[in-house]
């Protein structure tokens, strides 16, 4: 169910990237005559007003046709005045960005969805299992049972729990549980170091995981501050971006395709690694790790789009920035603002880059095939 629940995002996703360049075409009367998901040949379209809009055979992202994009491109008479390249810069600039700027859209409102609607998993103080032989056990602590205090103090989570019984290894101390309508304190003598041997109060119970849905303001304040707030996903992802893409690191990703070993979780994955996450995820109840996935693939794909590399949405908006700069240093000195660069320049840059990102999406691919990223989960 979450494989199909996933490839309908992806769809999604795409389709809202280009509806941000459609609409904003659209407000700033630039013609788009097509609206299309995936390439190829078309399986069905339909046509309402001047664009047609419709499903192309292979579905491997989608596009919309702005009249004019391509500088050379003939154009009919009566549309020359709704043309890309006939509007201001900063127009064709929000144009350009807009695309990218639906991921973050997308990302805001999945984020306040976790937080609101599913929550956030917490350790609670209801007990889930209680390991035999040990302290809790022997105090006759069941499942299902909350640890209300410890020693006096209040437990409303299980972090608190943790913290006042790793300060009290080896002390016999009183634990409140609530156990149906009933209040309970009983003596338990804590071990002294827990079953790995590091020293320190332990009881011996595992917490019960629940998920705590938060008001709607606070899920806004949630996604706006704090460790899971889109600025700190955001920046996570950027450093992570800029590490995979070093060149020590791609030359460590490159020589470990062939490695027996078990799978390097500093590598890149590829669409079908990130399905594979989100159905491994879904299938362990955990749907706020799913969201929580599905935004921080839409901030990677915002930002990776807006990198100044022909032919993503960054290098046309790049294009653009270097032509206005040198166009207004040209009116300055008197000169006609009519620069331009050359495509020629443009073409061997953007095959690199297609060639690049073309090889980390193949070897990617092929290592979550052969070692399915699902296994760098805990």
């Known amino acids: 169910m979450y494989a199909a629940i996933f490839i309908g995002a992806i769809a999604f996703f795409v389709m809202f990237h280009e509806f941000g360049h459609f609409v904003t075409a659209k407000l700033f009367d630039m013609k788009a005559d097509r609206f299309f998901l995936g390439f190829g040949p078309t399986l069905w379209s339909f046509r309402r007003g001047e664009t047609e809009y419709g499903v192309k055979a292979i579905p491997a992202g989608g596009f919309v046709r702005i009249v004019g994009m391509n500088k050379f491109e003939d154009v009919d008479t009566p549309d020359r005045g709704r043309t890309f390249h006939s509007k201001p810069a900063w127009q064709r600039a929000v144009v350009l960005a807009a695309g990218s700027a639906t991921h973050f859209v997308v990302a805001f409102g999945l984020l306040v969805a976790a937080f609101w609607i599913v929550g956030l998993p917490t350790l609670s103080n209801a007990v889930d299992r209680v390991v035999g032989g040990d302290p809790a056990a022997g105090a006759g602590i069941r499942p299902g049972d909350r640890i209300v205090a410890v020693d ?216 979550d095939i052969t070692k399915p990223a699902s296994g760098l989960l805990p």
């Open 152 to 367: 006096g103090r209040r437990t409303p989570d299980f972090d608190a729990v943790r913290a006042t019984v790793t300060a009290r290894g080896g002390e016999t101390v009183p634990v409140t549980v609530v156990r149906g309508e009933r209040r309970l304190t009983v003596e338990v003598d804590l071990a002294a170091r827990d079953p790995q041997g590091s020293p320190g109060g332990y009881l011996g119970v595992a917490p019960r995981v629940v998920s705590r849905t938060r008001p709607f303001a606070d899920a806004l304040g949630a996604t706006v501050s704090g460790d899971l707030s889109i600025a700190r996903i955001t920046q996570v992802s950027l450093s992570g971006l800029a590490q995979a893409l070093s060149p020590s690191q791609l030359s460590s990703w490159f020589s470990s395709i062939d490695d027996p070993g078990p799978r390097s979780p500093e590598g890149p994955i590829s669409l079908v690694g990130a399905g594979q996450l989100v159905s491994a995820l879904g299938a362990s109840g955990d749907v706020f790790a799913v969201l929580v996935l599905l935004v921080n693939l839409n901030v990677v794909l915002g930002v990776l789009n807006m990198l100044p590399l022909p032919p993503l949405d960054g290098g046309h908006l790049a294009v653009l920035l270097v032509e206005q700069g040198v166009n207004r240093v040209r009116r300055l000195r008197g000169r006609p603002p009519d620069w331009q660069l050359d495509p020629a320049v443009l073409t061997p840059i953007a095959l690199a880059v297609v060639l690049f990102f073309g090889t980390v999406f193949l070897t990617s691919l092929y290592l």
